[in-house]
Antibody, heavy 118, light 111 residues
Framework: EVQLLESGGGLVQPGGSLSLSCVAS????????MTWVRQAPGKGLEWVSA????????YYTNSVKGRFSLYRDNSKNTLNLQMNSLRAEDTAVYYC???????????WGQGTLVAVSS | QSALTQPASVSGSPGQSITISCTGT?????????VSWYQQLPGKAPKLIIY???KRPSGVFDRFSASKSGNTASLTISGLQAEDEADYYC???????????FGTGTKVTFL
């Protein structure tokens, strides 16, 4: 079964750091680009960051550039989002998702909640 | 990059057809036939229901159809059913610098 499982969410103070992980199973991880999408409480979906299958190319939405870093370990089927200098507006459920051939997102994890508050 | 514009809510009666619009710009929806649509039930992860403007993944009912004209994409749900009550989001690829742009989301409810 194709599956994505996120972990690492929690409560962190403004200015703090958190690392999210997404473990993939059921498919050849290195063959797919991966993406993080977040959803603030009661709000819509927002794309955060993406990475190519090899890990050589990364992309970030403007609001997280310079603060978030996305990398992957294809030997461990793991995607990692390192989030630094966190702000209250980063509070959201963070989903990892597998990209498809036409930039669709057919596979999603269950999400992990990040709360930034003092 | 601004979010794609969707109506906040659309209502319909069981069995009726409804259409959700998704308006972007010439930099996203208008430039790429890479629009996808997602259904999100409360407390759940989004589910892909349309990709590449009008294609349905296997297992998605043919009550869901979609199209695009210029900078606006549309999702139509025919024969509205109880289980269709959910939030719906469009999404467009927007080039390597912006990557993805999501819509503002539409809540579908019964009248």
């Amino acid at each position: 079964e194709v599956q994505l499982l996120e972990s690492g969410g929690g409560l962190v103070q403004p200015g703090g750091s958190l690392s999210l992980s997404c473990v993939a199973s059921g498919f050849t991880f290195s063959s797919y680009a991966m993406t993080w999408v977040r959803q603030a409480p009661g709000k819509g979906l927002e794309w955060v960051s993406a990475i190519s299958g090899s890990g050589g190319d990364t992309y970030y939405t403007n609001s997280v550039k310079g603060r978030f870093s996305l990398y992957r370990d294809n030997s461990k089927n793991t995607l990692n989002l390192q989030m630094n200098s966190l702000r209250a507006e980063d509070t959201a459920v963070y989903y990892c998702a597998r990209e498809g051939s036409w930039w669709e997102l057919p596979i999603w994890g269950q999400g992990t909640l990040v709360a930034v508050s003092s | 990059q601004s979010a794609l514009t969707q109506p906040a809510s659309v209502s319909g009666s069981p069995g009726q057809s409804i259409t959700i619009s998704c308006t972007g710009t010439s930099s996203d929806v208008g430039s790429y036939n890479l629009v996808s649509w997602y259904q999100q039930l409360p407390g759940k992860a989004p589910k892909l229901i349309i990709y590449e403007v009008n294609k349905r993944p296997s297992g998605v009912f043919d009550r869901f159809s979609a199209s695009k004209s210029g900078n606006t994409a549309s999702l139509t749900i025919s024969g509205l059913q109880a289980e269709d009550e959910a939030d719906y989001y469009c999404c467009s690829y927007a080039g390597s610098s912006t990557y993805y742009v999501f819509g503002t989301g539409t809540k579908v409810t019964f009248l």
